[in-house]
């Protein structure tokens, strides 16, 4: 007798996060904010996997930014 097979349908949904990080030290143009997190995509809590952000120096209102993204 034939064991019928069972199916599993996975959905994936991905998601545009955007979030802000405060950062009270003042950085050089040679430091980097890093993001990682206990899932895959963040790297499973492994250093040499974390996500490096994208850096933006802007002025703001007169202030000088950086922004990470």
Do not use: A, H
Request: glycine residues 4%; proline residues 4%; contains cysteine.
């Amino acid at each position: 007798k034939k064991q019928k097979k069972s199916k599993i349908m996975i959905r994936r949904v991905i998601y545009d996060v955007e979030f802000c990080v405060l950062v009270k030290e003042k950085l050089t143009p040679f430091d980097s904010v890093l993001v990682i997190g206990s899932c895959e995509q963040l790297g499973e809590w492994l250093p040499n996997r974390c996500i490096p952000l994208n850096r933006s120096d802007k002025i703001d209102q007169g202030e000088n930014m950086v922004n990470y993204y």
